[in-house]
């Protein structure tokens, strides 16, 4: 069954909307240290430099609100 409304994003607006994701994720990578509790933001998927676990949970800073 076809569906008369068209898709939500054409394939150029996906990519461009892609981009801009990718974008906001350099240097803006939120790091917790699930072993000492560290935070930090950074720009890569590391480890943590206080402790060196690897046990780091990483979140694009993107999915924060700016309030």
């Known amino acids: 069954m076809a569906s008369d409304q068209p898709p939500a994003l054409t394939p150029q607006e996906l990519a461009k ?3 801009h994701l990718r ?5 803006n ?5 699930r072993q ?4 930090w933001v950074a720009s890569d998927f590391v ?10 949970q990483h979140i694009p ?3 924060f609100p700016d309030d």
């Open 17 to 19: 909307w892609q981009f």
């Open 36 to 39: 000492c509790e560290y935070e």
């Open 23 to 27: 974008q906001a994720n350099d240097n």
């Open 47 to 56: 480890a943590c430099d206080r402790c060196g676990s690897r046990n780091v």
């Open 29 to 33: 990578i939120w790091c917790h240290c």
């Open 61 to 63: 800073c993107w999915q």
